[in-house]
């Protein structure tokens, strides 16, 4: 197992340098960049009227958003961008700089990447973490439980409320959440905006813990309805996949009990398939159900973060962002998979090619 492991995280590193140079390659084709931006606001354009179009029209050689500007002008902003240097040498620059985990300073923002990444790091941890736990506490004891009763009137009725979870997006169950319990138009009972009060350096440590609490309940609520349908007919198909199987008539003929025969047989086989789709939920969760989530609920998270930096075109905070994603991600797939052991003893990594 340390040998996989070991394996896995040696790949780490040629995966981040592929996916940053895809995607510094992409960057330097797309419209609207810093430079074009700030040119756009000396000119009076606005910033949309930069962003729009992806052809700068030219005339006798010169473009026509930079003609009647001073040329000395233009090339000190785009040293002010860094964008003085060929493509090439910024990249690898880019890449010295992040082999010391430096992501450089946001264009816009006046603060370093690193310092915005973990101002923001938090608010996205706890709707991911709590979200991701929920989701499982719930769903994994309601799939066994659909599966052991399968076709009763327990199955019957918890598919009405499986197939509304899987129907309806998590931002409009964020929107329903606030019209009936954030005082939108029934009750007020809990916050809408924000991770914590405004007076919550003042609070107790008993009374932090309670308003922290109070302020997730309704945006890991909207992040919970997405996963737990999908999650709940994942465990309950896999367990009655298993309970089909002929060594689950062996166990039972041997006079064992059903308790016996399905969380000592049948659950060790069966959450392998659940357990492999963990990493994938904490990814959704992480970095991709979040963003409208943190907009509803005014969440500054990174989500939220990294979408304002690719609208502006703030490119520190967008490769920045792009890097803790996807180390994060490919982590979590490497933890996803030692799992494994932990579900099922008999898997040895030390067979694997990495």
Known sequence: MWGYSLRRLLLIVPTLLCILLVNFVIVQAAPGGPVEQAIARLQGIGVSGAVGGGHVETVGGESRATRGLDPKLLADIERQYGFDKPPGERLWLMLKQYARLDFGSSFFRGAKVTDLILQKLPVTLSLGLWATLITYLVSIPLGIRKAVHNGTAFDVWSNAAIIIGYALPGFLFALLLIITFGGGSALDWFPVRGLVSENFAQLSPWGKAVDYFWHLVLPVSALVIGGFATLTLLTKNSFLGEISRQYVVTARAKGLSEHQVLYGHVFRNAML?????????????FFGGSLLIEVI???DGLGRMSYEAAVARDYPVVFGSLFIFTLFGLLIKLLGDLCYTLV???????????
């Open 273 to 285: 398939l659940v357990v492999a789709g963990l990493p994938q939920a904490l990814v959704t969760v």
């Open 297 to 299: 609920f005014s969440l």
């Open 344 to 354: 099922d003893p008999r898997i040895d990594f030390s067979q694997r090619a990495a």
